[in-house]
């Protein structure tokens, strides 16, 4: 759809100067004061996840995720409400942040506003999904898609290990259903 694929598209450029801008942030002096404290790598990553969720309101950027295997690189935004997804895919405010422990859950469009997800149904098992956040880089390779009823919140409870969860609406042009990628945190 081009008159929301285009809005997207100048809200993505604003988002990308946003995330650049946050990237480059220091931490304030009371929360790099503890992070030296931290000697464990895996503590101080969720330490500084949690920090970076402190600073964040619905719809500001929060990191990119790629997606090589289905050409997708996109600013990804907190938030999954009408006006949040406008922007680009948006991560559920109730699930944990890359590098804190769980099920983060990021949500997209497959019609319209630029239609990140529009083909999430191509990834395979193994395929690479990139979050690049301010204060890490995390990799996940893809387990399985399935197809569920869009009440299906089981989906982003927490599991045995850390993961990504993706989702959309379900067919194309329907929010019937939702399609769900489920991928398991690599490095």
Request: charged share 30%.
């Amino acid at each position: 759809e081009p008159v929301s694929a285009l809005y997207t598209r100048i809200q993505q450029g604003r988002l990308a100067d946003q995330l650049e801008e946050l990237r480059r942030a220091p931490l304030e002096p009371v929360e790099r004061a503890a992070l030296e404290r931290i000697a464990d790598p895996r503590r101080r990553l969720a330490f500084r996840a949690r920090a970076f969720e402190r600073r964040l309101d619905d719809g500001d950027a929060m990191g990119r995720i790629r997606m090589p295997a289905i050409g997708v690189s996109d600013v990804f935004v907190q938030g999954t409400g009408s006006g949040d997804l406008r922007k680009g895919p948006g991560h559920y405010p109730e699930t944990p942040l890359p590098g804190e422990r769980g099920t983060v859950a990021i949500a997209g469009h497959r019609t319209t506003y630029g239609a990140p997800f529009r083909r999430l149904d191509g990834l395979d098992p193994g395929d690479r999904i990139e979050l690049a956040m301010p204060y890490g880089g995390f990799t996940y390779r893809v387990e399985r898609t399935r197809i569920v009823p869009p009440t299906a919140v089981w989906v982003t409870r927490r599991v045995g290990h850390d993961r990504l969860v993706l989702s959309a609406c379900h067919p194309l042009y329907s929010a019937a259903q939702r399609i769900v990628v489920f991928a398991r945190l690599e490095s």
